[in-house]
């Protein structure tokens, strides 16, 4: 059995997105692969602290004393610090094992973005020369990187899904499913996540109330929680398992405002028990999405938002009904957790 390492950021420890998903990756391959785990501890941290865990994370690395690692799976950051923590990382690895085969996740949507940067561009072609292979989330970021001349055959896609056990807690009867319930938000409070998009829409509205979830590293949390916490404004710390997914389960919608997102977890979590989604077209979402799908919001303007939400508050139950039954069809023809495992399992097999 061939043995795989893994860099990066697992829960409980961390919990978002990228983590869950590196959980689900790493249980996929676990049949196929002898899997190492290394934390990366440095999420949520800033100055000296992530400097310093950073170093704690290399230590580890150097530690270990494993005699062969076949691959080597970390996730691919758009940030500067982050590649560069990243090639130290690799050198290490490559430096340990030197027949490694060295594979990086790009959870983002948006490296168009980064890239028009010129200093991060170098800094990316570097990071890109050093790996063997780069995931990415959809047929749009190939588009993107093939465009600003990065080799095709080192990219692959993987796109994300739930965790078999999630699906529990769906529904068998969508009728079952309170109609005049909250709204939900699952992002951390963090300034670029543009959660005030989504609340300033229920300060304007109090009849619908909206419940948020999330991480805060700062005072950012208590910015937004002494600006809008009301009577129908619910501003709350972390959710996880059982009370995460039945919030979902249980939320009229899911509400997303952010404006730099790739492909968000939550968005399958949502779509796989029934929950509408109503979120901005950006990243990788239409093509997960369907250009069609009746929740995304097209232009990018806090009016054009407002506007969805309105216009889902406005549906009978019925139409509320057939959008419910849309979505979860959308998660079921695209993403079901054993397609997308098996598609794991012949990526990593290559």
Known sequence: MKTLLFFGELPPK???GVSISNKRVLEDLSDRFEIISIEDDSSFKSGVTKIINIFRSLLRLLKNNCKNIDIFYLNCPVSLLGLIKN????LIVK??????????HLHRGDVGVFLDSYTSKKIFDIYYNVLDQMLVLSHSVIKELVSRGYNKEKLSILYNSVDESFLAYANANLDDDPFNSYYLSLSNYIPTKNLVTT??????????????YGSSDGDYCNVLKDKYSSRNIFINGPVYDSDKNNKIRSAKAMLISSKNEGMPLVILEALALGTPVICYDVGCIKEYLGHDYPGLVTELTDEAFFRKISWLNSLSFTDYLSLKTHSTQVFWDNFSPKAIRAETIKIFSK
């Open 14 to 16: 961390v919990n978002h």
């Open 87 to 90: 090639m130290l990382i690799i």
């Open 95 to 104: 430096f340990k094992w030197k027949n490694v085969s060295v594979v990086s």
């Open 199 to 212: 609340l300033e829409f229920f300060k304007l509205n109090s009849e619908s109330s909206i419940q948020c």
